[in-house]
């Protein structure tokens, strides 16, 4: 059955990106660019430099669940911007960001392949091992396997990327990013988890007492970690300091109002609506509600010295 959605939203989203050179593609949300997505880009290149061809990721700005499933809330590990430049670092020559809507949605199979044969030159088409598309996903491997000798391009299927036996995927990443623990993040981003934002006015109690703070401005659809004290690193145009950071509600003080506030260690600059990346190395504590704004200061300066103990380790 035919979708009665035209594919023209999908051709007129992918034709501004594309060019006539025979193209190995793959398509996902590809969030956080983790392992495992480097894994299956590592085999695109293998396939794209053995036949000379291009190397193209489609990736979408939102998870297709926000659009077929209502209650679906996202949560992301990087914005789009910062996907998109992640992916490109892992050497792929082009990279096409779709918005899937409710057009895409209703599109089967056949008549995405359709689209992308009509836009793009596809050699071959990598699919990873949980890969589904179309209509209600019924789009499986195998028929895209069918599809590929019916519209005459190959498909090379990717086998999950396993650490330990596990399967790195999002979620997994997501699950830990939530705990806390972000020391154990690199072991499948191959990074430090980062949240980016902009810098903007708080309560000034960091000021107050000693260690001005930096204020935070995440967007709601990041993903943050647990509430909590963390050792971090703080990137400001282009320079990297120690920094400490706090996430949560500052239960001491009455406002109980959620934010993500660094100290920034010997740091003196006026710094207000610029950008900041904070790079998150290891958690310190739980919140914990002072009776005093003078314990409160004194355990401030515990944290900020273990901070530092811990960030100077890490760079050994």
């Known amino acids: 059955m035919t979708s009665t959605y035209s594919p023209k939203e999908l051709a007129k989203q992918i034709s501004q990106y594309t060019n006539n050179q025979k193209t190995i593609l793959t398509i996902g949300v590809f969030d956080g660019v983790h392992k495992g ?157 980062e949240l980016s934002g902009k810098i903007i006015k708080g309560f000034s109690r960091g000021k107050q007492l000693g260690y001005p703070t930096a204020n935070i401005e995440i967007h709601q659809d990041i993903i943050k970690p647990k509430n909590g004290i963390y050792a971090t690193f703080s990137n400001i145009n282009g320079k990297k300091y120690f920094s400490s950071t706090s996430i949560g509600i500052a239960p001491t003080f009455k406002e109980k109002k959620y934010s993500i506030e660094t100290y920034i260690m010997d740091f003196k600059e006026n710094i207000y609506s610029q950008n900041i990346t904070v790079e998150f190395i290891e958690k310190l504590r739980d919140e914990i509600k002072f009776q005093s704004t003078n314990d409160l200061k004194n355990q401030i300066q515990l944290d900020v010295e273990k901070s530092r103990e811990i960030l100077n380790n890490s760079q050994d």
């Open 37 to 193: 997505h480097k894994h299956l880009f590592e085999k695109l290149n293998d396939i794209a430099s053995k036949t000379t061809q291009h190397s193209t990721v489609i990736t979408f700005i939102n998870h297709p669940n926000t659009i077929l499933n209502s209650s679906f809330s996202p949560k992301y590990i990087y914005d789009i911007e910062k996907k998109i430049q992640l992916i490109k670092n892992c050497n792929i020559d082009s990279v096409i960001p779709i918005t899937f809507n409710n057009s895409i949605a209703s599109l089967t199979a056949e008549e995405f392949i359709q689209t992308l044969k009509k836009t793009i030159n596809i050699h071959t088409i990598v699919l990873g091992y949980d890969f589904a598309m179309g209509k209600n996903r019924h789009g499986t491997k195998k028929e895209i396997d069918n599809l590929g000798q019916k519209y005459n391009f190959f498909t090379s299927h990717i086998p999950p990327y396993k650490q330990k036996n596990v399967i790195v995927s999002s979620s997994i990443i997501k699950k830990i990013i939530s705990s806390g623990e972000v020391h154990n993040i690199s072991n499948f981003l191959n990074r430090n988890f």
